[in-house]
């Protein structure tokens, strides 16, 4: 047995015999004693109060009755739980109404005859609560242990003490040379050597920090021709992806749309040319680099001047389906200057509203309403304001609201969602120079609002314009029934202009956007669009799992699903004809290949 052992093994045990003596057998008896207490309390409150309901209860008098138990039970709130009274033929006479008794850990249950002249005229039967006589009763235990446990702390001491100069100090050194060693020094001093378990434990660390320090050796230089080789990778390949593959899609893109749209055929043949290097290039970037993705953490924003009255009217089109199905009233835009223009981002800036009238709508309840205002504030901003009557946030809860992947809503069960809506919102916001915040109370519903410059120029004063751009909006969100609606799900501005331009152009189809695989499936839902264009790299959920819950909608189960993603690997257009998408489209994307799948799939070959 060691010098430790040695000197604390009996402190330990008495200490435990002690406890085990008070848990086993103390408390067992205090709280016994309490309980016989508190019932004894009890049954002499109900012979106090025998004689009074005795006398009314043999006038007939029940209200009187029931006053005087009323009294009794508002007098004891907290203890009497629960009270009944029958006459000695077992009618009840109080209460009116039967309740069921309630059970618990601390709740018992009297019965006290109501004697008259001799005579048993009534039962009383009560159920009180002693947990308060129990909390005593453990109080006064827990202040026996802080005593048993003061008395403790000074036999350690003394415990201690003996052990410093044995144990502790040779310890720490050891201590002190492993953290060296772990930071890669192993020149720590060691503990004299002894003849106890501290010096053979000594020995052996010394021999330990040899071998480990030749193998240190080798694997800093392992590592340091790992790290340059690794860096020097990862530089390349982020370069080479970002400044090669972003602009490729646009030339190929926007050199396909010009190829449709020239007649003059030397200019068509000199646009034939570039796509044709084009196409090459790209084959030799397929060839050389990874097609994975590398985040890079910028926004790609294309700032211009836009009226405040548009992108209302637009954002409050496309949730107004929405809020119908959820039975939310969405008010027309509230605006102090119809004529103000913001300098924003539109495609992004509309993503901003949309989500955060999406969620006035979602976490709202049936008949609630949603308001959109914007007024000018001291700063020289313009605020747009999306008002609710909904659930609301407490303060901790908004503490946490811009938390990446931290859904508040999940424990109202039924609202899907990623958590990462808001906080994509606000550094949009933030990247166009703004600013976005929530005022909000438990209960009463929330106000979340966004802050943005205004532009210098002014809107013409065209009293229709706001309801021309809703009627427009209308037209792209809620499509008539004769005519063909194509719903497309990207998260990519420039790839979402590039794919509306070709449809607004060259088909006779309607189009309508969502940037996150969450919105695209409720507007699916609602919408139920003859032809879905989906990315596979969205935020929060990827385009294989939006399909698949696609599928498991009655609504949207028939819908022809076209992937349009970067992902041109063998195994994921295999994964995507295997999951069942009605074509593969990658991208750079082929135009022609894009509109005619979608023929394709529209008339239904």
Known sequence: ?????????????????LMAVIHFYIVPQMLAGEKEVGVGREHQILGAMESGVARVLLRGDLAAMYAILDRQIEARQGVWVWLELRKADGKRLYPLVDHPQPKGEFLVKLNHPLVWGGTKIADISLIVDLEAEYLNALAQM????????????VLLAAGLLLQERQIRRPLLRLEHAASRMAGGDFDAQLPELSHDE????????????????????????????????????????SSMSHELRTPMNAILGFSQLLEMELDDPENKQYVAEIMRAGDHLLELINEVLDLA????????????DISCSKICAESLALVRTLAKSHRVEVGEQVCENMKAMVRVDFTRFKQVL????????????????????????????????????????????????????????AEQGGVEGTGIGLVIAKRLV?????????????GEGSTFWAEVEVSQSTCVDDPGEGQAWADKAESAGVPESRKVTVLYVE??????RLVERVIGLYTPYALMSAHDAALG????????????????????????????????????????????SANAMRQDIERGKKLGFADYITKPIDMNALVTAIEKVVAGD
């Not at 047995?1 to 015999?17: D, E």
């Not at 890079?296 to 700032?303: A, N, Q, R």
Request: proline share 3%; aromatic share 6%; glycine share 8%.
């Open 430 to 442: 933030e990247a166009m120079g703004g600013e976005l915040g929530c005022q909000s109370r438990l």
């Open 354 to 409: 949309v989500n955060l009238l999406s969620n006035a709508v979602k976490y709202n309840h049936s008949g609630g309403k949603v308001s959109l205002s914007c007024g000018m504030q001291a700063s020289g901003r313009l605020r747009f304001s999306v008002t609710d009557t909904g659930i609301g946030l407490s303060e901790a809860q908004q503490q946490r609201l811009f938390n990446p992947f931290d859904r508040l809503g």
């Open 491 to 496: 998260d990519n501005p420039a790839n979402l």
């Open 198 to 237: 501290i010096g053979r434990l000594t020995r052996v660390f010394d021999e330990m920090r040899r071998d480990l320090q030749a193998v240190h050796k080798g694997l800093v230089d392992t590592r340091e021709e790992a790290e340059k080789a690794s860096q020097a990778k990862s530089e390349f390949l």
């Open 293 to 304: 993705k590398i985040e890079s953490g910028k926004v790609d924003l294309m700032l211009e």
């Open 521 to 564: 499936i409720e507007l699916a839902r609602l919408h139920c669009p003859d032809v879905i264009l989906m990315d596979i790299n969205l935020p929060g959920m990827d385009g294989f799992t939006a399909f698949s819950r696609l599928q498991g909608f009655d609504e949207t189960r028939g819908i022809p699903v076209i992937a349009v």
């Open 142 to 153: 827990h202040n026996i242990e802080l005593l048993l446990l003061l008395v403790l702390m």
């Open 1 to 17: 047995m060691g010098i430790r052992s040695k000197l604390l093994w009996p402190i330990v045990l008495a200490f435990t015999v």
